[in-house]
């Protein structure tokens, strides 16, 4: 009985080694990632899944990889390209190679060609020995997760970790985990892609090495989009990709050339704008490219004048590029953006004529009415106008008003002063103060009003002001605020109350001029010649031309 037992047992090993596929090794290969410093950080098994080179890999592996290689059994090497997926959660990786192997282990594609308890799996450990077969590794649990299976397996020999578990028909069912008796359905790899939302993915954007891009253009395009904004390195290379996938899109070259650009890579930008020139279509047109141009030109010249103008990135260049645009498909942005090309330009005449041009299209906004007053400014315009743009301005703001038209009513009120309307100017610097709230202003704040209410001759509510400066201003201020204050008093005749802001003033800052003629003419109408006396000469020793008549009035 026993002997018919053990040759019973020998010949279910005969029909299960029979039933092994035989060649799943050469498929196998050893990948090895390493840091930036060259250092080997990882080095484990691996298997190509189809004819281009793709293969399966830990994501641990590539934690801290800057490149990686494979070598096949027969020990050639070939670098690892493109991260196609990643999953930290399922510690997997699809990764291209720059291998085009004949053999290759395809995953299960039909769900109903999972394994269950009881099937009989082979774990192929990578081998340069042909001889050496898989080993047998049986399903003992499948649990269902995520439209794939988590396995419990009877194979507990660490070596096979992240090598394939294949069936009798050499197809891999799963991949031996990092975890002992554990193993991870291949559908978790192969589920593993690039979209355009993959460039908000942390897991895959934690890894250095580069990644694939969508295989849809639309898709792709998008995602180099993102990618843009939120990992300008790795971005960079995803242009390339796409450029070289798509290289009669316009759209590919013009996002490189931005991204190039803001690298500081003049040079290599203008090449990528003039590509895109090349192959304008409906979708990214002449114009457009013209006008991108000219942003990056400008942007540039603004920016990083030396290194620009060496590369011939110019303001002169940026107006032929907005001119073209405008030529090749007239638009108010275009005439906004040669408008500022030529405020650059310290053209200002010309400037302002474009803004004006623009705010008679439907582009016509509060900034370009600012622009249009700060041109007409700089040429010397006539002031009214000046001042009626900067009503437009205001005009366009909506209640309630928002820290961008207090941004507004400031430059008006300082226009305002400039010009003489001080009264107005005071309306201004109310509805600020209305705005942002008196908690949140600034002693150079009030003091500004104060200076337009004195102006205006409304002292009471200068006065107010200017104890408002006093109170919230630094001390090394606070002495000429209190200086002010004093003059003030002085102006409205109460000689007796500049005394006390004029005393504070020189406490802090004895050798204040301003203060010691305040507080001189305050003395002398007070009667306390000798004080005024003092405070004089001690004025003019610090170079007070202007008490002399004092000085004279009160001996």
Known sequence: MKRILVFALSALA??????????AWKATATLTAY?????????GPTFFVSADGTIVAPYSAFQKAVRAEVADVKGKRYAVSRILGASENYDMVRATTEARPSDFLAPIA???AVATAGTHLYAVGYSRVKKEKPVDATVTKATPYDGARFYEISLADAKFAGCPLIDAAGRVVAIVSQHTGEALDIRFATALAITANSAFDRELRSLPMAKAIPADKDEAQKYITLLDALSPTDALVAMDDFVAAHPDNPTGYTTRAARRAAQHDYRGAAADYEAALRHANNETPADAVHYAFSRSLYNAATNDAEAATAAGWTYERALQEADAAQTAKPAPVYVMQQGSCLYALERYGEAYNKYTAVNRTELASDETFFTAALALERAGGDSTQILALMDSV??????????????YFLERAGRLVRYGQHRRAVQ????VEHIIGPRNLTDTFYYLREQSELQAHMYQQALDDIQSATLSAPAERKPYYQTEEAFIYLTCGEYESAKAPAEAALAALP????????????????GDKVRALECLKKAKALGDINVDTLIAKYQ
Request: charged share 25%.
């Open 14 to 23: 005969v029909l299960a080694a029979l039933a092994q596929p035989k060649d």
């Open 35 to 43: 840091d930036a410093q060259g250092t080997a950080v990882y080095s």
């Open 110 to 112: 039909d769900s109903t």
């Open 511 to 526: 050798d204040n001029v301003d203060a010691l003629r305040v507080l001189g003419v305050a003395c002398g109408e007070t």
């Open 394 to 407: 205001i005009a366009r703001q909506e209640r309630p008003y928002t820290q961008r038209a207090a941004g």
């Open 428 to 431: 201004d610097y109310n509805e």
